[in-house]
């Protein structure tokens, strides 16, 4: 069946070659820094946890040794040819293979149907370059290395906050941050209930970076014992709004940094908080509304 | 309360920016041994962590196609694309793409647009171009302006899609709880909220476009 295995075969060699072109042009931290990831990607299942601890602990040694240096500026050609179809292929192919997939739960793995479908997409819209711009593959992953360099270490950085999640729900930081909160709270005030219950899980989300994190916990110290069952709020919106909140707050914190802080390297930002900058006055007024429509909905 | 020294690391090493890798191995190491995890432990649960994530890595592969593109001047053609239609300002041309992300989303395809996919070569390019035919200096804004409409648009569509993985994990969570919901009833709840999104952002697009031409008027009378 085809699955993650496949998509960490086609990652995993996008960042192996990048290892050896880094190598080839003497750029020896990025190249090292690749061929970790390249490491990760192809053997991660086969080297065991504290194998990929100390692979983690690898990456971070090089990324704090200051040899890892920035893609180097390319003059891009006059335009010719039809970018902007080719441009369209890769969101086609995910559009189409996350439809199509799904009708063969037997050859594609139905859980990974979008990834198995954007790696096909790639492939396949390096193809299309080759045939129709020329351009051959090993081309691609020279751009395509520059733009990786671009990034930096910042593009394991998601991963390894992810990682820190794992960590910090091992270690019992979401029952410890909910009894603060639910210690906080007046009683008899549906208003405070509420008000605590919406800031705290776009304040815990901001804290992990990630509201998924932060539900479980909010909604055992506040949302499910005051809001439904003391206060008789409707489940649903208790649920739904409060995820919401959280959302508000993923786009406050550079602890999201697959959502904030890797597109303003992407972007090539010279201020790395310069997205969550552009973010923060829709995401305020926006938490407000969330907290104001499950306050109107219980009460 | 001793577990929360790792919360405080984070804090403290974003703030004096130190690497944010190294704070975020640092904060972990803290966290299992404040916790009285053995640090060997604490290494094994991170890398067994950091294995099971790698699906969050795995979208660099489309960078090949992108810098592939650029190279051959595709920035250049979205540019000119903008050019061409009249009326195009940065901010319609970002309320557009706003609800084009909101939209899709809720039909669960999520992966359709991005940062990498489209926003780094065709939509901020756009953006620029739009908001440069306007007057506009400040590009470096613009850009950041970009990226931040395509994750509110992904946030605030996406819950309205009743098989993502928000929606189940509320569902997981409620169900622990004895309390039985449909996904349906859940994502209808997300629609409030992803009308409030669109109309404030919109709002902030609209007075994007409005300050431009002010300060174009403003120019054109001080010469």
């Known amino acids: 069946m085809i699955g993650l295995g496949f998509v960490y075969l086609v990652a995993g060699s996008f960042f192996a070659a990048c290892a050896i072109l880094g190598a080839a042009d003497r750029r020896w931290g990025n190249a090292l820094f690749h061929a970790l990831l390249a490491v990760s990607f192809f053997f991660g299942d086969r080297i065991g946890d504290v194998g990929n601890g100390v692979l983690v602990l690898a990456l971070v040694a090089v990324a704090t040794s200051g040899r890892m240096r920035r893609g180097e500026p390319v003059e891009p050609t006059s335009p010719q040819g039809p970018l902007l179809a080719l441009a369209l292929v890769i969101p086609a192919a995910a559009l189409g293979g996350t439809l199509l997939f799904k009708q063969v739960p037997a050859l594609v793995d139905p859980g990974q149907v979008t990834l198995v479908a954007l790696a096909v997409g790639v492939l396949l819209a390096l193809a299309l370059c080759w045939l129709i711009l020329r351009r051959t593959p090993v081309e691609g992953v020279r751009a395509g290395r520059r733009l990786l360099d671009e990034i930096g270490w910042a593009a394991v950085m998601p991963q390894l906050l992810a990682s820190l999640g794992a960590v910090f729900a091992l270690a019992g930081v979401g029952e410890v941050v909910g009894g603060l909160v639910g210690g906080a709270i007046p009683d008899g005030s549906v208003l405070g209930a509420t008000i605590a219950y919406g800031l705290g899980m776009a304040l815990f989300t901001v804290v992990m970076g990630n509201a998924f994190a932060a539900f479980p916990v909010m909604a055992a110290a506040v949302g499910i ?4 069952r003391h206060y008789g709020g409707d489940p649903a919106p208790v649920a739904a709004i409060g995820m919401l909140a959280g959302f508000c ?11 904030n802080i890797v597109p303003a390297a992407l972007l090539e930002l010279k201020d790395r908080y310069g997205v969550i900058r552009a973010q923060a006055a829709t995401a305020l007024p ?4 969330n907290i104001l429509l499950l306050w109107w909905v219980i009460r | 309360m001793l577990v929360l020294s790792g919360v405080a690391v984070i804090a403290l090493g974003f703030l004096l920016r130190f690497n944010p890798l190294l704070v975020i191995v640092v904060a972990a190491l803290v966290t299992g041994l404040a916790a009285g995890l053995d640090p060997l432990a604490v290494l094994a649960r991170f890398g067994h962590a950091f294995n099971e994530t790698r699906y969050v890595t795995a979208i660099y592969m489309v960078l090949p196609v992108i810098g592939l593109l650029e190279r051959s001047g595709l920035q250049a053609r979205a540019r000119s694309l903008v ?10 041309l970002l309320a557009g793409y706003l ?8 039909l669960g395809l999520n992966a359709v647009a991005g940062h990498a996919q489209t926003v ?15 007057g506009a200096t400040d590009t470096e804004r613009v850009r950041a302006l970009a990226a931040a409409t395509d994750n509110i648009g992904l946030f605030f569509g996406e819950d309205i ?53 002010r300060a174009r008027v403003r120019a054109g009378a001080s010469r």
Request: aromatic content about 8%; charged content about 10%.
């Open chain 2, 161 to 213: 899609f009743i098989a993502i993985g928000s929606i189940l994990l509320m569902k997981g969570v409620l169900d622990g709880y004895g309390i039985h919901i449909e996904p349906f009833h859940l994502s209808v709840w997300a629609i409030p909220t992803a009308i409030a999104a669109f109309l404030i952002h919109g709002v902030r697009l609209w007075l994007l476009d409005r300050g431009l031409a």
């Open chain 2, 83 to 92: 050019a061409g239609l009249k009326g195009l300002t940065v901010g319609r």
């Open chain 1, 225 to 228: 014992p005051l809001l439904v």
């Open chain 2, 120 to 134: 780094r070569p065709l939509v901020a390019p756009m953006a620029e171009a739009a908001a440069e035919g306007q």
């Open chain 2, 99 to 106: 609800l084009f992300r909101q939209l899709s989303a809720a």
């Open chain 1, 249 to 259: 707050g993923t786009l406050l914190t550079p602890m999201a940094a697959n959502f």
């Open chain 1, 286 to 289: 926006l938490l407000l509304f």
